[in-house]
């Protein structure tokens, strides 16, 4: 068996590369992913100016978290001394830029190549800062943009998209156009953590960029769209966390995906950790290469419109004695759960087969059939 | 402390520490690493007369700007002045009060003094001279005509042209552009953009340039004018933060209100624009951003012989609209986001 997998030209030793943040700000950190076993690293965004750094950066609630941190608070000189210490092996390194017009640009790509970059990820559509997103979507701003890095340097160039960017036929053929090799989708959401009532203030000072496995789902569609609006290679980011996500982002057809938000919270033994499950479960099915899989899940998403209803209902064999738990009968608005003394009962003749209750029983005692 | 006991420290020879004070990119980078904390700890720092007579290279760069007394050309400098000690060069600096003898003497002095290379804001002169004795140049401005050499620039004309944009969705229709006449070539493009923004949006739309000297004086006797000789104008453009200050203290000492009866915006940012009263509307220019830029650009011709031999690049910087509360605008949300 074999993970590798090619991702725009590039041998990868397997699909896992590390997303672009301050995980890989420096030379060191770099490093450590390199060492923990990811396939490429993408380095936090440069630009040509080395960017202050918020204190907090972080804002976390309960499995929710918010970045803000744009850029890189190191010089392009400073980049050079730190990558010139890592030490890569098959490890590819990729640079993730952002500037403020196409010249710039395709100078910091140029730039970057000469460094040793084997491609260059451009990183148009943060959601920290002052870009408006409806700016970062539209397809003629990011043109002249994707066109002149592309041109400034022979290895490939992608680039990473906003779910709306994602989902957006106009702007993948676009930047498919100006030169484009692959993408990476998606960023990071706009997020507010929360408002302060009594302070009448949000819980951070500026909008941050929400990751993590709540943007799971949004990232997986965003695959499954993308993949059958252009035939540019992607790398799927959001909120991966174990090697069967990184699964399920490859049946919906990625190339390869990029994690963040998981090195933040559980550090960089996550990346071993993910490479190792995936090429378990590899091992356990018999899958020779992700090759196999690419895509295997697309082909069953079906329009809304042309599913058939069937006429399923919930089903519970026996009376269930949990009375304290009662979640199948606060989430029933069609009233088929009651309380009977002997537990919670359920009357088919009132249940429409939402499946709320089966999904949602602590206890598995529920079924949906016929 | 001289080379030779750095050597010995380090444990190799004189050589490689010549090495890597030449050309660190030969040296393995643990060996490097050594050997340079070696010459922390010695605080050993290299005779660099005597390292200008060896390889014919002073380790210095000249920048000529017109006005250092100007904010943007302050940035601009310690822009270039980050990336030349990063890579251990010292930054000699000609103030040219935009005179080309003046201009002529700075770039003489780069040749008797053995720059290495040399970086101009809006030459005036000629540069076969440089040319001819091999210095490498990169000029900060916008060309003239053909790219000749190396250029890199912010777009001042565009800039204005988005800013008088601003001033007339808000509502403005007669504005006046108060600009800063030290600088021919600055003054062409920002009035470029103004009449631009103004013939593009037509009917009603109409804009006069007043030109008067760049300090808060300046702005404050041009804004006493004004205002003396008839109805203010609907907004006041200024070309610096300076300006509008002056502009600012003549309006509050007539009882004019900025913005209800006079919007005012300036097109260069600063820290000020903040504190003032209303904060001031304005465009960021990434002057800092334009001397590292420059300054790159420099080393890529003095480290690589290819760049010499190739086409001018041209790098473009985009300045930043920075709306604040002094032209009317009251939606916060274009305060958070670019336009």
Redesign the interface.
């Known amino acids: 068996m074999s993970c590798s997998v090619e991702f725009m030209g590039l041998s990868l030793k397997h699909p896992v590369i590390v997303a672009a943040g301050p995980w890989a700000r420096d030379g060191a950190s770099i490093q450590r992913c390199v060492d923990a076993g990811a396939a490429a690293v993408v380095t936090e965004t440069i630009t040509l100016e080395a960017n202050p750094v918020l204190r907090p950066r972080l804002y976390y609630d309960r499995g929710r978290l918010f970045n803000t941190k744009l850029y890189s608070d190191l010089h392009l000189e400073q980049w050079e001394g730190e990558l010139e210490q890592v030490r890569l092996g098959q490890c590819r390194l990729i640079a993730s830029i952002w500037a403020t017009s196409p010249s710039e640009l395709a100078y910091l790509a140029a730039r970057m190549e000469r460094m040793g970059a084997h491609a260059v990820e451009i990183s148009i559509s943060a959601p920290i800062g002052t870009r408006t997103p409806a700016r970062s979507s539209d397809p003629d701003q990011v043109r002249e943009f994707v066109r002149a890095a592309a041109l400034a340097v022979d290895v490939p160039v992608m680039v990473k998209l906003s779910y709306e960017a994602a989902s957006s036929p106009a702007f993948l053929q676009a930047i498919r156009e100006a030169g484009a090799a692959g993408v990476s989708a998606i960023d990071a959401l706009r997020g507010i953590q929360g408002v302060d009532l009594d302070a009448r203030r949000p819980r951070m000072p500026t909008y941050g960029g929400y990751s993590g496995p709540s943007i799971r789902p949004v990232a997986l569609a965003a695959a499954a769209i993308l993949k059958q609006y252009s035939p540019l290679p992607l790398c799927s980011v959001g909120g991966i966390e174990t090697g069967e996500q990184v699964l399920e982002f490859l049946m919906l057809g990625a190339q390869a995906v990029q994690v963040g938000t998981v090195l933040q919270l559980e550090g960089y033994p996550a990346i071993t950790r993910i490479v190792r499950e995936l090429t378990a479960w590899m091992d356990a099915h018999g899958i020779a290469s992700p090759e196999q899989l690419r895509g295997a899940a697309l082909p069953s998403l079906t329009p809304f419109e042309d599913i058939d209803p069937q006429p399923l209902t919930a089903h519970l064999e026996t009376p269930c004695p949990v009375t304290e738990c009662g979640l199948c009968s606060a989430g029933c608005i069609y009233g088929a759960l009651s309380r009977r003394p002997e537990g919670w009962v359920l009357d088919p003749r009132l249940c429409r087969g939402c499946g709320l209750c089966a999904a949602r029983c602590p206890e598995g005692r529920i079924r949906l059939g016929w | 402390m001289n080379i030779k006991e750095v050597a010995r420290q380090a444990g190799v020879s004189v050589a490689t520490v010549s090495r890597v004070l030449n050309h660190p990119e030969l040296v393995q ?1 643990e060996t490097k690493t050594r050997v340079l904390s070696v010459m922390e700890a010695l605080h050993y720092t290299p005779n660099w007369f005597a390292r200008g007579l060896n390889l014919g290279k002073t380790r210095t760069i000249a920048l000529l700007v017109s006005n250092i007394e100007r904010g943007t050309d302050r940035d601009l400098f310690a ?1 270039v002045e ?2 030349a000690l ?2 251990g060069y010292a930054t000699f600096l000609c103030n040219t009060h935009g005179s080309a003898a003046a201009e002529a003497d700075g770039l003489r002095m780069v040749q008797d003094r053995k720059a290495d290379g040399v970086l101009l804001c809006a030459p005036l002169a000629d540069l076969s001279g440089l040319h001819s004795a091999g210095i490498p140049c990169v000029s900060i401005g916008r060309p003239r005509d053909a790219l000749t050499e190396n250029c890199c620039y912010i ?1 001042c004309e565009e800039g204005a042209f988005r800013m008088t944009r601003h001033l007339l969705s808000l509502g403005h229709r007669r504005l006046v552009f108060l600009l800063d006449r030290s600088d021919p070539e600055d003054l062409r493009q920002v009035a470029a953009g103004c009449r631009r923004a103004v013939l593009e949006w037509g009917g009603g739309a109409d804009g006069r340039v007043l030109l008067t000297e760049n300090s808060i004086q300046g702005g404050f006797v041009a804004a006493e004018r004004l205002l003396q000789s008839g109805p203010p104008p609907d907004a006041l453009l200024c070309d610096s933060d300076e300006l509008a200050f002056g502009v600012l203290k003549a309006a509050r000492d007539r009882g004019v209100s900025i913005p209800e009866e006079l919007g005012l915006a300036c097109l260069t940012d600063s820290p000020l624009c903040t504190i003032v009263t209303p904060a001031l509307t304005s465009l960021e220019q ?1 002057a ?2 334009l001397g ?2 420059a300054a ?2 420099l080393f890529d011709l003095l480290e690589n012989e290819e760049f010499s031999a190739g086409v001018p ?6 300045p ?1 609209l920075k709306i604040r509360r002094s032209c009317g605008n009251r939606a916060h949300i274009s305060e ?3 336009e």
Do not use: C, S, Y
Request: proline share 8%; aromatic share 4%; glycine share 4%.
């Open positions: 980078p822009g980050t990336v990063k890579k777009n990434p800092r951003r590292m830029v790159r650009m690049q041209e790098i473009i910087l985009q930043k958070l986001f670019d």
